[in-house]
């Protein structure tokens, strides 16, 4: 009897581990198998805005804690706008310079370059003032512009900080933007909105894209 018993328990186990055998295969298909499926069933990340709309229009303030409106630029000159999480992080450090070293080609073309976060006035201003960045950078401390262009906005942290001292430290920051990358024409439409990949070489990138419009 137990081994009877014995004989139909292997039996109904090999029975069910074919049934879960055969079944994976069109569950791995569906992306129903965690880890798989779920690149293939990823769509390009996209904005509220699109290429060929009016830019927003919106303000801010910058490193100074001067006001900066966007219709005082805007549909006068090529306009770079870059969001980032955050200053003096690696990846913020590493765009920043990006666009810094791009900068006399971007002059060149009276382009205007603005970086944006949710970090504070006094953090951008020593910022700007440690790495002697030559554009401005904006205090999105809620998220408001950032989502007036669709830019993913996350909950705050604190960011580091180096003052003129070279004395490190942290400032409270009010939200975390994802990284995006948009390029305003001199019409003020959107000629390119990009989820920024490689921060070192988001500059490039960007340069290109401002040659081909200036040649039109």
Partial sequence: MRLMA??????????????????????VAQG????????KAKTKAELKVKVGDTAPVFESID????????????????VVLYFYPADFTGAGVAQARGFQEEMENFNSRGVLVVGISGDS??????????????????ADEKGEVAKLFGVPVKDGGKSPTINEKEEKGSADRGV???????????????????????ASGDAKRVAEIVKKLDAQ
């Fill in 176 to 198: 975390t933007i994802e990284g995006w990358t948009l390029v305003i024409d001199k019409a003020g439409k959107i000629a390119a909105a990009d989820k920024v990949g490689k």
């Fill in 121 to 138: 006035v006094s953090t951008h201003k020593l910022f700007k003032a440690y790495y002697k960045l030559p554009f401005s950078v904006l």
């Fill in 6 to 27: 014995k004989c139909i328990a292997g039996c109904f186990l090999l029975g069910a581990l074919a049934l879960v055998i055969n079944g994976l295969p069109s569950a």
């Fill in 32 to 39: 129903k198998v965690k880890g798989k499926g779920k690149d």
């Fill in 63 to 78: 490193e100074s804690g001067k006001p900066f409106k966007s219709n005082d630029v805007v549909g006068k000159k090529i």
